[in-house]
């Protein structure tokens, strides 16, 4: 029994430390702050993770691999696909876009 219950209470540890979803309407700025900045930077410039700005390999990839990359995550990078629903996926990609293109 003890084995079961703390594998809950680490289940429920993991839950309360997850990022949570971000407001429906939230702006793609918004779910970039929220998701992404801890480890790309606030400003798309990386940080522990890669840079994802002007000029970053993500820059020249498609929009696909973007989208693939948030939802099913990559080496290091968690899978965001149930933390986002479509409609925010592209307000996040619309967001990244922005940025690169210095807008
Ligand atoms: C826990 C830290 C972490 C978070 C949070 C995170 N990432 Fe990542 N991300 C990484 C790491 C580490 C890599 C490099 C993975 C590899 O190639 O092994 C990466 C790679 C990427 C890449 C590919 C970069 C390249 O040049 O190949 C993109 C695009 C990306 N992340 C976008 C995002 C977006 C958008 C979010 C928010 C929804 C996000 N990431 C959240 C850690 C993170």
Do not use: K
């Amino acid at each position: 029994m003890r084995r079961l219950s703390a594998a809950l209470s680490m289940s429920l540890l993991l839950a309360s430390c997850s990022v949570g979803r971000p407001p429906e309407d939230a702006s793609g700025e918004e779910i970039y702050s929220q998701l992404c900045a801890r480890c790309h930077g606030a400003d798309l410039g990386g940080g522990i993770a890669p840079e994802l700005g002007s000029g970053s390999n993500s820059a020249d990839e498609s929009d696909e691999f973007l989208e693939f990359t948030i939802m099913n995550g990559r080496g290091r990078m968690p899978s965001f696909s149930s933390s986002l629903d479509e409609d925010q996926l592209d307000r996040l990609v619309v967001f990244m876009r922005e940025v690169q293109s210095g807008a």
